[in-house]
């Protein structure tokens, strides 16, 4: 399943039933050319341009590339609003690497502050992916939708980019380790200045199956995957915003 996934490089886990159930379900929705095009054919998404992009573009913006290009991972639901997938508050992140110990091929520690990153979503199984929520000793990863994620994630690299991000580890720390698990939780905030119905999912791919490799198949920038209006009102005191 992690080879499916573009994950191989970590270290394998078992697959359980479900997980078997999803990958024949999956197999079975595949016609012969499906497959020769995904695991045979020269410069495939999944065998060239996937493993590059790893830890390069954020959950969200891979699982797009993964759709238009038909290797969306087995098991998740297209449905936006559906809560399924991780988010990590990397402001409130601690460094404990329990996360990247338990699901690896889900979570990794960024270098620039040392917190922990959802680098790709459903790399482990369910359970494997909750163990790890659970062990967080400050419960900073979040359960949330793919509309949620993809706005959380393009405010993310906002504050990156805009260097706001170094000022905000410093105090979500520190608030972290004072108020553990009782801290009040403020990582929504961004969600309440987006309309989540207006953000697009995963549909189904008008074309029927897999993209052509080339610029059409890679995702937009990071913190573009909004479109401009939807970031405007992320950031309402940007200049490069403003009217």
């Not at 079975?28 to 499906?34: G, K, P, S």
């Not at 960024?110 to 790890?132: I, K, N, S, T």
């Not at 994620?149 to 405010?155: D, S």
Request: aromatic share 6%; net charge negative.
């Amino acid at each position: 399943m992690l080879a499916f996934l573009g994950g191989g490089s970590a270290p394998r886990r078992a697959v359980g039933p479900a997980g078997r159930r999803a990958v024949v379900a999956r197999l079975r929705d595949l016609t012969d050319e499906n497959l020769t095009a995904i695991f045979e054919g020269e410069g495939t998404f999944l065998d060239q341009e996937r493993p590059k992009l790893l830890g390069e573009l954020s959950s969200s913006a891979l699982l797009e590339a993964d759709n238009r290009n038909g290797v969306l991972p087995p098991g998740i639901d297209r449905d936006a609003s559906l809560v399924q997938l991780v988010y990590v508050d990397e402001p409130s992140c601690i460094g404990c690497r329990y996360c990247t110990q338990i699901a690896r091929s889900t979570f990794r520690m960024e270098g620039d502050f040392g917190a922990a990153r959802a680098f790709q979503q459903l790399g482990d199984e369910p359970e494997v992916v909750e163990e790890a929520r659970d062990c967080c000793p400050v419960d900073c990863i979040h359960s949330v939708s793919f509309a949620e994620l993809k706005v959380l994630e393009a405010h993310r690299q906002g504050q990156l980019d805009s260097g706001a991000m170094a000022a905000a580890q410093g105090a979500g720390k520190l608030a972290a380790r004072a108020e553990g698990r009782d801290r009040a939780p403020n990582w929504r905030a961004p969600l309440a200045r987006v309309r989540l119905d207006q953000v697009g999912g995963l549909e189904e791919p008008s074309s029927g199956g897999r993209a052509e490799l080339g610029d059409e198949s890679l995702p937009p920038p990071p913190g573009q995957e909004l479109g401009w209006e939807t970031l405007a009102s992320l950031y309402p005191d940007d200049e490069e915003f403003g009217e």
